[in-house]
């Protein structure tokens, strides 16, 4: 078989693996199905960290107004213990605490989730004039028709305030009309954050701490505006190969929608307020906040998504993702349980934080736990096969080259471009790679970021890419000394191959 047509069945095949692949399951210890007890959850996040080697997690589990089990695993990047009081950052469970911001001073009528932004934020401008009928509702509802289509933020270099988060969209176009279409973009709840600091005349740190999280009782937690100003700069894990490898957050913008800092002690409380036990909060602001926009048929309220369990339960959730550290809240309405786990590993490569709480689900509603583990553990052993393939048969097609130009002398340039063509495709496909992760998952990138979210893509992607350089380059150059050495030998015999053919 041609090589051409190996690499291109390499290819395929390692598309389809990465992109098919579903959670890996293993065996694991199943513990006893029905109500969630601390003993309980402890067993199984000791099983879930020996099956994945997941460095770290904070787990808070509630039911009702009652706290079930508040705890910290493992350790953090900077090697210490985490334990229930531990800082962890929630990535974009903090919409939910901008949302109820907002909705407080909604209550309070200081504002109203139906007028224009620009009624309480005039800076807030874009280039496109339908932003003006933008409303403080659609922001947090994430129906005000920006999108990172449009404005791709996490590919910029990061302000460093709500004020300049806010100044950077003033070049920025609308993807859809406001109210039309809900689309997931972290800007909404910048903006959000910086209504607010301008309605109530205080920085929006000072604000949360006394109007959200002292209320609640949160007393460990804040807010921040980059990545930057996280316990130990954001820095955690991701996953390769069945491995964890410790790495630095790069920095990005976060307040408002991304930036609080929370432990597991003060994520029982939100949990339990957010249940609406105890009276905490309104029962009114919680409806409003939880309950599905329905625009275009989103299931995405104000920082949470309405939804259904596995056993067809309703569930109200959010999850939240930085490139080294990922989170999940999780009401069960029915059961009155509420799950709250953040872990410090990354966006994609690690979901854990996610696993863990289906997992916790599951006991809940009387399923055998599957063992799930994250689907990189599986898939990355693949990936790292088709990288050593694609590195075999590059190596293979330089060694052939000059074979290859030899067979090709004395044709048109043309039929041997188009010879070379097919091998631009893993060149492509690695240089465009980070547009198709944004597509698929609606949220633009970088091919840096790529090494964060899922490393053996990027390393199967990039061999393939350089196979395929290297294979063109020395079938070029070989092309070129032999045609070279041809015309060499053509001034030299000319003259008597004239005489013979005058003959």
Partial sequence: MKMRKVAAMTGLAGVLLAMGMTAAQASAVTPSAGDLSASVIDDYMRDYVER???????????????????????????????????????????????????????????????????????EFTMADPRAAKITVRQLLQQTSGMSDQSFPELTLAAPDT?????????????????????????????????????????????????????????????????????PGRGAG????????????????????????????????RWLIAQNGA????????????????GVAGSTYGMGWSEGKTDGGAPRLQHTGWLLTHNSVQTLLPESTYGIAVVTNTGMISGDDALLITNGLIDVVEGRPVAGAVPF?????????????????????????AGSWARRREGRAAWRVIVRLIPYAAPIVFFFGLAD??????????????????????????ATAALAAAAVVVSRFVHLVRARGARGRAGETSGPRETITSRA
């Fill in 162 to 230: 709500l004020k300049d988060a806010v100044g950077m969209l003033r070049t920025a176009p609308l993807a859809s009309e406001p109210g039309t279409k809900m689309a997931y973009h972290n800007p909404n709840y910048a903006v959000a954050a910086r209504l607010v600091e301008v309605v109530a005349g205080v920085p929006f740190a000072d604000h949360m701490a006394a109007n959200v999280f002292g209320p609640l009782g949160m007393t460990s937690t804040a807010t921040v505006n980059t990545t930057s100003d996280l």
């Fill in 237 to 268: 894990y991701i996953r390769a190969y069945g491995q964890v490898v410790e790495r630095s957050q790069p920095k990005w913008f976060i307040n408002g929608g991304a930036g609080v800092v929370s432990t597991a002690d003060d994520l029982a």
């Fill in 376 to 400: 990189t553990m599986s898939a990355d052993l693949w990936l790292a096969g088709l990288s050593v393939l694609n590195l075999g048969l590059g190596i293979l097609g330089v060694y052939r």
């Fill in 278 to 293: 105890g009276g905490v909060l309104p029962e009114k602001i919680l409806k409003t906040a939880q309950s599905a926009s």
């Fill in 52 to 122: 994945t080697g997941l460095p770290g997690a904070t787990v808070a589990v509630t039911k009702g107004d009652q706290v079930v089990h508040v705890a910290g695993y493992g350790h953090t990047a900077g090697g210490e213990a985490i334990t229930k009081g531990t800082p962890m950052p929630l990535a974009s469970l903090s919409k939910s605490f901008t949302a109820l911001a907002v909705l407080r001073l909604a209550d309070e009528r200081k504002i109203s989730l139906d007028a224009a932004v620009q009624t309480y934020l005039p």
């Fill in 436 to 461: 198709l992760i944004g597509f698929v998952m609606n949220r633009a990138g970088t091919l840096e970021q790529i090494t964060y979210v899922w490393l053996a893509l990027y390393v199967w992607a």
